[in-house]
């Protein structure tokens, strides 16, 4: 449970530091941004997979880069369900919605369950054996 909470803490940074670099993102405070962050992880879970379903054959035409317009469309839905959190114009969302997919890449990647910091360490044992 502590993972999730950290997990939405960081998002919610995340969200603050992409309106102070992304011009055509506006966040009005620290709650705007951290509901921003719990409602982008609602449609996420909810939408994102149906969206990515019906957009399959585009999706592959594009060799994936069609995902990029549909975290554009999850950020841009949340904007408009969130008051203090606007997205203005569609390449800031595409824009934003990279920033913190890479963040949430990122965060997925190094992040437990249990809200520490994991990784493996590798020892080299001679050869091409490693433990």
Known sequence: MHGFFVRWLILGFSISVAAYLIDGIHVSGVLSAFA???MLGILNAVFRPIALIIT???NILSLGLFTF???AAMLKMASSLIPGFDVIGFWSAVFGA???SVVSFVIN???SDRGTVEYIELRHKGGDRWE
């Open 109 to 111: 990647a190094f992040i």
């Open 56 to 58: 399959l054959p585009i």
């Open 98 to 100: 990279l920033f913190i």
């Open 36 to 38: 921003a962050a719990a």
């Open 69 to 71: 317009v549909i975290n």
